[in-house]
């Protein structure tokens, strides 16, 4: 079962700096493009950043020059280093990645379930 594993969530006061991670396990053909999203009360899952297999970065307005995503791909695993860390910040954070699972025939959607990130004095 192809699966994502986030971790690295939690609480971290104004100015402060998180680092998420995301593996990709399970029997795994392929990764394509990863990414990180979030989802704060109230409000629809947004884009944060993307990175394609030869490391491309992509990010939303409000958190360019703060955030950096990375990857490892023999490690099949995403990175959001987060810093400057603001309380419009917080959210859940999702990690997104199209992968091609053992046995398919195309790349498909996947998500991880998930890691909150707060920020608060």
């Known amino acids: 079962q192809v699966q994502l594993v986030e971790s690295g969530g939690g609480l971290v006061q104004p100015g402060g700096s998180l680092r998420l991670s995301c593996e990709a396990s399970?029997?795994?053909?392929?990764?394509?493009?990863m990414g990180w999203f979030r989802q704060a009360p109230g409000k629809q899952r947004e884009l944060v950043a993307t990175?394609?297999?030869?490391?491309?970065?992509n990010y939303d307005d409000p958190v360019k020059g703060r955030f950096t995503i990375s990857r490892d791909n023999a490690k099949n695993t995403v990175y959001l280093q987060m810093n400057s860390l603001k309380p419009e910040d917080t959210a859940v954070y999702y990690c997104?990645?199209?992968?091609?699972?053992?046995?398919?025939?195309?790349?498909?959607?996947?998500w991880g379930q998930g890691t909150q990130v707060t920020v608060s004095s």
């Open positions: 990175i394609t297999r030869g490391s491309t970065t």
């Open positions: 997104n990645a199209k992968m091609l699972p053992a046995g398919g025939t195309r790349f498909a959607d996947y």
């Open positions: 399970g029997s795994i053909l392929g990764i394509a493009d």
